[in-house]
């Protein structure tokens, strides 16, 4: 994996989670900005995703298995579009603060895909 | 939409948790059970167990209704008996542990998440009685 990748889509998620944190603090509902930063962290996931399926094609072994890798890939690619759409339902704090859960949650699935790629 | 919905303000996230957990833990004990059961075949029936309980919880969440409401709070119970059961287990017995479980240690592998979930669950499914009837 690219460690500089996983360490721009962390950042990058942590970001969007502090950012609808706030708006879930400031009593708001998630806004276009929130929906284009959620597209920004959507298309970090899936470069991550691509980087991923080409290492593998590469011959490259993910030290917990290849099954484990591959669905926490696309766990990761999922975890902030579906916060998202559920946000667009609930247009109150708890959409943003739905938000702000699915990016933290890319955040630790990143910290794992980190983990089961290299040996440690 | 109907009065008696679940799924509004609060319950979003709380549906949202619980989305997450079922996917987490179902496809975790299916993983295991299907390649490698022998060697720990208890922690990982007690995983397909928590898987079962967090699918039921989010399904009785989405469908909404004083039913559902019910059903859910009842399973949010379990799960909290299941978590603490199975943390305090964990902790005074690990030798029957090889491998841990969703519920291992109070859910110190999910953040703690799992100890919480069911109590904030249990919480929200009050409220959302009192709140519910105005039809």
Same mark, same amino acid.
């Given at each position: ?5 996983t360490l721009?889509v962390s950042l990058a998620a942590l970001a969007l989670a502090a950012?609808?944190g ?19 962290v959507?298309?970090?996931a899936?470069?991550q ?19 484990i890798?591959?669905a926490y890939l696309v766990g990761a690619l999922l975890s902030v579009?579906a916060a ?15 938000v702000a859960a699915g990016a933290l949650l890319l955040a630790v699935l990143e910290v794992r895909l980190h983990d089961i790629w290299?040996?440690? | ?15 949202w948790l619980?989305?997450v957990m079922?996917v987490g833990a179902?496809s975790r004990?299916?993983? !295991?059970? &299907?390649? @490698?059961?022998?060697? +720990?075949?208890?922690?990982?029936? $007690?995983?397909? =167990?928590?898987? %079962? ?12 209704? !004083?039913? &559902?409401? @019910?059903?859910?709070? +009842?399973?949010?119970?379990?799960? $909290?008996?299941? =978590?603490?059961? %199975? ?15 969703v519920?291992?240690?109070?859910g110190f592998g999910y953040v703690f998440i799992p100890?919480l979930l ?18």
């Amino acid at each position: 994996m690219l460690n500089a990748l996983t360490l721009t889509v962390s950042l990058a998620a942590l970001a969007l989670a502090a950012w609808c944190g706030f708006a879930a603090y400031r009593d708001q509902p998630t806004k276009d900005w929130h929906f284009i930063g959620m597209a920004v962290v959507t298309v970090l996931a899936l470069a991550q995703l691509v980087v991923g399926v080409v290492r593998l094609a590469q011959g490259g072994e993910p030290d917990e298995g290849t099954v484990i890798f591959v669905a926490y890939l696309v766990g990761a690619l999922l975890s902030v579009p579906a916060a998202g759409f559920m946000s667009l339902v609930e247009r109150s704090r708890w959409g943003s603060a739905t938000v702000a859960a699915g990016a933290l949650l890319l955040a630790v699935l990143e910290v794992r895909l980190h983990d089961i790629w290299w040996k440690g | 939409m109907s009065t008696d919905q679940l799924v509004k303000g609060p319950g979003m996230l709380l549906v949202w948790l619980y989305g997450v957990m079922s996917v987490g833990a179902v496809s975790r004990s299916v993983y !295991e059970i &299907a390649t @490698r059961f022998d060697e +720990a075949p208890l922690p990982y029936s $007690l995983s397909a =167990v928590a898987a %079962v309980v967090y699918v039921f919880i989010t399904y009785t969440l989405v469908r909404g209704g !004083e039913t &559902a409401r @019910r059903a859910a709070f +009842a399973c949010c119970a379990a799960e $909290l008996v299941g =978590v603490l059961t %199975v943390g305090t287990w964990t902790v005074l017995d690990p030798d029957a542990f090889p491998d841990s479980t969703v519920w291992s240690e109070f859910g110190f592998g999910y953040v703690f998440i799992p100890v919480l979930l069911p109590v904030t669950g249990m919480m929200w499914l009050r409220r959302a009685r009192r709140v519910a009837p105005v039809s």
